[in-house]
T-cell receptor, first 114, second 108 residues
Framework: DAGVTQSPTHLIKTRGQQVTLRCSPKSGHDTVSWYQQALGQGPQFIFQYYEEEERQRGNFPDRFSGHQFPNYSSELNVNALLLGDSALYLC?????????????FGPGTRLTVL | KNEVEQSPQNLTAQEGEFITINCSYSVGISALHWLQQHPGGGIVSLFMLSSGKKKHGRLIATINIQEKHSSLHITASHPRDSAVYICADKNTGNQFYFGTGTSLTVIP
């Protein structure tokens, strides 16, 4: 079992650009949550996808969007990047079926916006 | 608004010491997570609990639902335990709220 995987590991972009981050959930998991973790802070919830739909959303602007594919993998898209978007982006998967909801985290994608 | 507070923010201990990290939350929850984050970012789930106590090796997690408080204990601490420990609570809407973490350094 590969666990939760994310790509890329690191990414450098400039202000105004767009970025797409990818996440593959742990085998058997159907729910993917995305978090933003700024340096020295705890993760902040961005949104959660289940059955290819956004089910919950945190306090993030519409520049942050996502998608979940039939194989449960997910993408996070950020448009019009700002310097403040520089952070570690974490993906976590869980199994909605069975009601466990315990989340398993990926290694993260470190985004730097210059 | 759900708030999760951890204490202490930073902790330095000698190898072998017993360590306690505390977590308080403001809203009724359905489960609380304890997570470990090493430098470089990878997060590992240590425990998810909704009542009582769980133990895994040298780690023990307890929760008091009435007092909205949880503790993570590390017995016989070791330098490899050095990491940031984060508590996160899950409300009935299945959304997690994270504390800012406790940075633990265990000195040999």
């Amino acid at each position: 079992d590969a666990g939760v995987t994310q790509s890329p590991t690191h990414l450098i972009k400039t202000r105004g650009q767009q970025v797409t981050l990818r996440c593959s959930p742990k085998s058997g998991h159907d729910t993917v949550s995305w978090y933003q973790q700024a340096l020295g802070q705890g993760p902040q919830f961005i949104f959660q996808y289940y059955e290819e739909e956004e089910r919950q959303r945190g306090n993030f602007p519409d520049r942050f969007s996502g998608h979940q594919f039939p194989n449960y993998s997910s993408e996070l898209n950020v448009n019009a990047l700002l310097l403040g978007d520089s952070a570690l982006y974490l993906c976590a998967s869980s199994a909605h079926r069975g009601g466990s909801y315990e989340q398993f985290f990926g290694p993260g994608t470190r985004l730097t916006v210059l | 608004k759900n708030e999760v507070e951890q204490s202490p923010q930073n902790l330095t201990a000698q190898e072998g010491e017993f360590i306690t990290i505390n977590c308080s939350y403001s809203v009724g929850i359905s489960a609380l997570h304890w997570l470990q984050q090493h430098p470089g970012g990878g997060i590992v789930s240590l425990f998810m609990l909704s009542s009582g106590k769980k133990k895994h090796g040298r780690l023990i997690a307890t929760i008091n639902i009435q007092e909205k408080h949880s503790s993570l204990h590390i017995t016989a601490s070791h330098p490899r335990d050095s990491a940031v420990y984060i508590c996160a609570d899950k409300n009935t809407g299945n959304q997690f709220y994270f504390g800012t973490g406790t940075s633990l350094t265990v000195i040999p």
